[in-house]
């Protein structure tokens, strides 16, 4: 058969018998005594069925009347306990319905709870203008909860965020560093001349002409560290210098040297120039073949004693180097 719907349902259960809105403290009280109200009347049943079940006589004691007692009795008693520690297993359709409305009820307290708490995150972001006006019930219950609860979360600043990607929030309450930029300046460009794209290539060759005063420079700078050597007394202040001097004086012979292998090569290419146009195909110098060249070029701006002490130097060079290469003679046991 179907079960006619309870009228209990339909029926707001928000307010108590004198008009007043419930706190969710006495909705919690009310369902308890609900429940032991509901337990009290299964204990008073089961007690009537055991006491009509078997009267005790007078002047029996407890121990007596408990020996007395049938074992169907005791079933029952042990049933009414087990039902009175499971609540709410064999309710009524009507308790049924005033629990139900009491956990909606507490429901709608706990969304009201939660959507006062995001507005209040939102207004303290960016002040907007209320939706609706707060209701009368709304107030009562704001006032009532406040008076028994005490101070609630809500007064309490809300530090959490409203979303999971919402920002963290930071607090204002803290001291400015003393040391800080106040105007500020703009940041310096340091660049490199040599690098810069308009710098593509050095041309060598005009280089070495405008600053050809400098091997002048080095030249009168290596006579006076020679006078400095004879005036000194000390041996380790000469032979300083005169390392200083030997480093001078071959950074001089290399740029010589480089010098005469750059006019060679302009003189070679210039006549192969002149042969291609004749139709000839051009040839180009090997290293080895360019040393040579400029090695004979250095010999005919030399003097002849100049010429003959360069040519024993050589040779006493490449003779040493010979002997090195030369095998050690192998010693022989004598018997």
Known sequence: MAQKPHAARSRPVDVDASGEDMSEEEFHSEEDAS????SGSEDEHSDTEISDEEPAEPGQTYEQQIGNLSFGALKQAQDAVSRKRKRGSDTTPDQEDKLAALRDRLRQIKEQKASKTSETSKSAKKPKPANRAPSDDDS???SDSDSDSGPSEEDAPNKS???KHAPAAQSTKYQVSRRRQVVDVPKRNIRDPRFDAFHQGAPTGNLDKAYSFLVDYQK?????LKAE???TKSEEEKDVLRRKVNSMENRLKAKAAKEREQEVLRKHRKEEKSKVEQGKTPYYLKKKELKEKALVEKFKGMKSKERQKLIE???KKESQKEKKKMPEARRMAVG
């Open 35 to 38: 429940m032991d109200d509901v």
């Open 140 to 142: 009562e219950d704001d």
């Open 161 to 163: 965020r409203t979303s």
């Open 220 to 224: 009168d700078e290596i006579k006076e």
């Open 229 to 231: 050597i004879k005036r």
């Open 313 to 315: 130097k050589r040779q």
